[in-house]
């Protein structure tokens, strides 16, 4: 309940727009029961058959009434809905910031699907409460109470007589409002299913048709859509019973008013302008009684889904910006570590230890180690992605120090997975400038990252869409395409994390002597599998199983190294193999 009084709060930063549609509601109740009492009455005067020349003067104050009541019900669902979709946008946009925020520690914990994939329905529920509920609530209060009030005054056993099932319709839809939303979710996420199921499939059809699983993957498909099939007939179902329960308690609420009032109406205890006023109320207060019982039976979903949402609002990010920032006057790119480190929170052991180096700024720093040594995890750290134990300085500042837009900003970051927006190629590399870019600069960051000849080659040239719905990216295109994106920041470090594994050697060493040649000054910190990849580097550091194994140059590390000496006459040895 706090908590849902907690987003009553949004809606009251737009409480001009609310307050104005709130009053409308039971100016168009007002209308709305004078109408009935006005026709009512006029029945009654002609059935005791008085002169009609009355009729035309009523007439126009109908009509003139009924629109009235119009305006203001145009006008309450307009100020209540549109605050309600605004709060809504609100609420979307502040959790979207939220997320994105969010350590990568968070994303990887909580395997971002589940909190995401429920984030809309949750949102959904709140608002569907707070904004068209409360205004059926508002219309409620005022139609079924102001409606029986007048009704009692005409025949209060009557209007005793049509209370009970009216109570009892609220009942049942408060009762059969969670189980239709639940299975309404059911077919929701069985939807959801076959669509992933498709789409996964498709997305792997070189597994699908290189393994023969075409059947297979047919069964998966078929089993999805049949457990969909199961929820809609369940829904379909459960719906059918609201609906004609819905419909016995209408027939039920007439019932009295038709046997009693038929009653009175022989006894002359009762006219046929009050038998009117009964059947038109009544017929107007039973659809917000209804609306009542929905709203009743929304109630307990919505609270949960705002407390969901209030955990993720409240979940606090331990990497933020310092509260005293310092701000270097210009950034070199000299990285310095101390007693470096990281553990993943699910894992028993410490996935980097004791890491200490010194990159000067312009220099290149090889890591290289066997596959799970901890390459990419010591990558991440230099860009807080992660918060590293132990210190981190970029020019002598330690980077917990530092503006965290500054300090991303300087790097960029090229992860292991190269990827890529669905937009087009020129996009792609825009997203990592700060600015648009000039064509020239686009022309030499795609010269930069070997990709000329393959540009040329699109129909559309640079403004080709790639990915989804445009050409497909070879693994090395993507690779080249997300080093330009890098690149397209002018960052001063460059963090290349087995970011040219796809590329054949010979490419690789070209891309590698542009980049060399073209960042003069620019830190390069590169990860890779194969060490001719970094055997040009200042330094290279050899990573086993989290440890710094070994530091130095190329030639010092086949000395030192028999780790790095194996792996090299290896890949040597591989590589004039393929060359026969
Ligand atoms: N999100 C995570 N949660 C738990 N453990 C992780 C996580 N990511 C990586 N690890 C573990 O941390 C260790 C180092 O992983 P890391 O990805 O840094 O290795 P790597 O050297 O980059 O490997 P590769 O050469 O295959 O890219 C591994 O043992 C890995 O299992
Ligand atoms: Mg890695």
Redesign the pocket.
Known sequence: MKRLLGFARRFFRHRRALLLGIACIPLASVCDIRLTLWIGNALSRLGKKEDPAFLKELVVWLLGVAAIQGVFRYCARWWVVGVSRRVEVELKQELFDKLTRLPLAFH?RSRSGDIVTRLPSDVENVRMLIGPGSMYVLGSLFMVPGSLWVLFHVSPGITLAMTLPLLLVAIVMMLMTPRLQRHSTSVQESLAEIAARAQESFAGIRVVKGYGLAEHENARFRAASEKNRGHQITLARVQGLQDAAIHLAYDLAFLPILVVGGWAMIDRALDVGDLFKFVDLGFKVFWPVIALGWIAGLFPRAVASAERIDELLAERSDIEDPAAPRTPAKVEGRLSLRDVGYT????PRQ??AGITLEVPAGTTLGVV??????????LNLLGRLFEAQGEIRLDGVPIRELPLDLLRGSLAYVP?DSFLFSDTYRANIEFGAKEPLSEAEIERLIRLSAMSDEVKAFPSGIDQLIGERGVTLSGGQRQRTCIARALAGDPRVLIL??ALSAVDTETESRLLGSLRSAGRGRTVIV?A?RIATVRGAEQILV?RE?RAEALGTHEELLERSRWYRTTWERQRMSAELEVL
């Not at 799970?372 to 010591?378: C, F, I, Q």
């Open positions: 990887v993943y929170e699910s894992a996935a980097l180690g066997p596959t799970g040594a901890g390459k990419s995890t010591l292991q994390d087995d990860a599998h990573l989290g």
